[in-house]
T-cell receptor, first 116, second 109 residues
Framework: GAVVSQHPSWVICKSGTSVKIECRSL??????MFWYRQFPKQSLMLMAT?????????EQGVEKDKFLINHASLTLSTLTVTSAHPEDSSFYICSAEEDRGLYGYTFGSGTRLTVV | RKEVEQDPGPFNVPEGATVAFNCTYSNSASQSFFWYRQDCRKEPKLLMSVYSSGNEDGRFTAQLNRASQYISLLIRDSKLSDSATYLCVVNPSGFKTIFGAGTRLFVKA
């Protein structure tokens, strides 16, 4: 089945530093990947849609310069949280679609970011 | 009105009980529907797709009502291991996937 690998699974960083999260589709190509954020006891919130070879599409209220997305190949998308602050501490999850809208979306295992 | 709405619960049920969740969606053009399960501090995992004819997988039954724009999930003979948050997911054709806020289920011995 479709497998999405996300790395790292957890990270602690100091305020002001940048953190890069990788999302890889291991056995399929993903033209489109999605990045979500989830705060405790809240639902997944879509941050942006990552498109291979083109600019990401950001949801309203998500700062493009804060959350840099790069989707340089059909199997890899990265999310970089720049100048992280404690309020950026959250659970970040990526997902990729194997077949558009028919077989569901496969999620990475998530990255728990703690900014201190 | 939210694009996808779910009763947040929590639903507290004893083992062996039957429990049902509903989820309503606002976009009548929606084409694909799914139920996902999310355990605490874990990523969501696909539980089952929801087809127009309804589908069943063991103790789980999913149904779609296009006229009333809702989908349902029925869990029979609840197990302790069924305790989780159940997410309703709707994918309007050509548009982004929409997640419901989730319904929390606690199954108790």
């Amino acid at each position: 089945g479709a497998v999405v690998s996300q790395h790292p699974s957890w990270v602690i960083c100091k305020s002001g530093t940048s953190v890069k999260i990788e999302c890889r589709s291991l056995d399929f190509q993903a033209t489109t990947m999605f990045w979500y954020r989830q705060f405790p006891k809240q639902s997944l919130m879509l941050m942006a849609t990552s498109n291979e070879g083109s600019k990401a599409t950001y949801e309203q209220g998500v700062e493009k310069d804060k959350f840099l997305i790069n989707h340089a190949s059909l199997t890899l998308s990265t999310l970089t949280v720049t100048s992280a602050h404690p309020e950026d501490s959250s659970f970040y999850i990526c997902s990729a679609e194997e077949d558009r809208g028919l077989y569901g979306y496969t999620f990475g295992s998530g990255t728990r970011l703690t900014v201190v | 009105r939210k694009e996808v709405e779910q009763d947040p619960g929590p639903f507290n049920v004893p083992e062996g009980a039957t429990v049902a969740f509903n989820c309503t969606y606002s976009n009548s053009a929606s084409q694909s529907f799914f139920w996902y399960r999310q355990d605490c501090r874990k990523e969501p995992k696909l539980l089952m797709s929801v087809y127009s004819s309804g589908n069943e997988d063991g103790r789980f039954t999913a149904q779609l009502n296009r006229a009333s724009q809702y989908i349902s999930l029925l869990i029979r003979d609840s197990k302790l291991s069924d305790s989780a948050t159940y997410l309703c997911v709707v994918n309007p054709s050509g548009f982004k996937t929409i997640f419901g806020a989730g319904t929390r289920l606690f199954v108790k011995a």
